[in-house]
Each structure stands twice: as structure tokens, then as C-alpha cells.
């Protein structure tokens, strides 16, 4: 397994400002993922992100709104820029495990509220 | 399009009774399904996984069975205690190697002493 951190574990930032999330693994890993959670609702896949490439991202997630940085094989950074109240979410960043290909482990999240 | 749809909750149950929380997918191919669990303030947690079909899960006195014939993966625990207490996710990963998950909508889960 890996043990993944994320930072800050929570903020309240005020409407079109931005914030970066920081994902920091304790193992090189290959692929990342970022996932938002809004309140009460489930798990939607933002982006996944390579070391090396672009960050790839899902269906209604575009870059200007969420860039993503990979500098190395433990490290990922999640800007949510010009925020609103709708930004208001969990975001989760997770890996996939080594040794099972389609496995992930997540990280504890980062609770973020828009004012 | 692939989806998974899981239980309504919030679901509260006494210390010691029998779960069940239904989980069903829809899927091109042979995803393979997954339990994950939320505690309350941590992050996600593989609980168990099944990869083909009729294969069993099981993880911590919790099963789920990959029934393909009915596009299921039913989570169940015969004795549940109050540290169960947590929100459960069923998931799918659409093709084998594709890595991305799916997840179904969460199940919050209470137990009472």
C-alpha cells in the first residue's frame, strides 16, 4: 500500500480567489488521480495525472479551471482557480497501486468552502 | 455508459445484525467492482475487490460476490459492530488496466449499540 498526504486538510477561501492542493506520496508512483466529492454526493474523477505529461482530464474538468502539476513520481498539485460557492467539495488525490493495475489508494482529502 | 448504483441510505442497524447493501453496474466488457469505506474524517479505504465473474471479495468479516449474470456485487457482514460505522462506496473499474473508478453514490451506515 502507499500512505498519502495531502495539504491543507481543510480551508475556507472567499469567491474568486484560488487555492493548491498539494498530494505528497511516501513511494514513487506512476499514475495519480484526482477525484472531487461534493456534499453528499459521490466520488467524480477530475483529471489523472502522469509524471512527464499533460494531465488528462474527464468529461466537464477543463485545465483553466483546474490545472494540475506533476513535477516528479511522489508529488501533485490540484489548483481549483476562481472559486465559487459550487467549488465547495471534498478533492481527493489517490495512486494506483504497483502491484495491482487497476487498484487505487486515496488520500485523506482536503474539505475546501467557498464564500 | 458505465454507472453504478448503490443502496439508499443513510442505513442504521443494531450492533450484531445482518447487512446487506445492494450494489448494481452497468458496464461494457468485464470491469472489474470494488468496495471502498469512508470513517468518519479519513479518507477512502479499499475494503475488498473482486476482478472476474463469480469471484468472492472479502475483508474484515465482509463479502461481496461478482455476479455478472446479474450485473451485482452485493456487500454483506453476518455480525456487524458500532466500528462499522462508516459511509460505504461500491466501484468499478470499466476495463481491466483502465485504472479510472467509478463509484456509486455512498451509503452511510450507522450501527447502534
Known amino acids: 500500500s502507499a500512505v498519502i498526504s495531502q495539504k491543507p486538510s481543510r480551508d475556507i477561501c472567499q469567491r474568486g480567489t484560488s487555492l493548491t492542493i498539494q498530494c505528497q506520496v511516501d513511494?514513487?508512483?506512476?499514475?495519480m488521480f484526482w477525484y472531487r466529492q461534493q456534499p453528499g454526493q459521490s466520488l467524480t474523477l477530475i483529471a489523472t495525472a502522469n509524471q512527464g505529461s499533460e494531465a488528462t482530464y474527464e468529461s466537464g474538468f477543463v485545465i483553466d479551471k483546474f490545472p494540475i502539476s506533476r513535477p516528479n513520481l511522489t508529488f501533485s498539485t490540484l489548483t481549483v482557480s476562481n472559486m465559487s460557492p459550487e467549488d465547495s467539495s471534498i478533492y481527493l488525490c489517490?495512486?494506483?497501486?504497483?502491484?495491482?493495475?487497476?487498484?487505487?489508494?486515496f488520500g485523506p482529502g482536503t474539505r475546501l468552502t467557498v464564500l | 455508459g458505465n454507472s453504478v448504483t448503490q443502496m439508499e441510505g443513510p442505513v442504521t442497524l443494531s450492533e450484531e445484525a445482518f447487512l446487506t447493501i445492494n450494489c448494481t453496474y452497468t458496464?461494457?466488457?468485464?470491469?472489474?467492482l470494488f468496495w471502498y469505506v469512508q470513517y468518519p474524517g479519513e479518507g477512502l479505504q479499499l475494503l475488498l475487490k473482486a476482478t472476474k465473474a463469480d469471484d468472492k471479495g472479502s475483508n474484515k468479516g465482509f463479502e461481496a460476490t461478482y455476479r455478472k449474470e446479474t450485473t451485482s456485487f452485493h456487500l454483506e457482514k453476518g455480525s456487524v459492530q458500532v466500528s462499522d460505522s462508516a459511509v460505504y462506496f461500491c466501484?468499478?473499474?470499466?476495463?481491466?488496466?483502465?485504472?479510472?473508478?467509478?463509484f456509486g453514490q455512498g451509503t452511510r451506515l450507522t450501527i447502534n449499540p
Open positions: 458496464a461494457t466488457g468485464y470491469p472489474s
Open positions: 489517490s495512486v494506483a497501486a504497483w502491484d495491482s493495475y487497476n487498484e487505487q489508494f
Open positions: 513511494s514513487q508512483v506512476t499514475m
Open positions: 466501484a468499478l473499474s470499466p476495463i481491466q488496466g483502465a485504472q479510472k473508478l467509478v
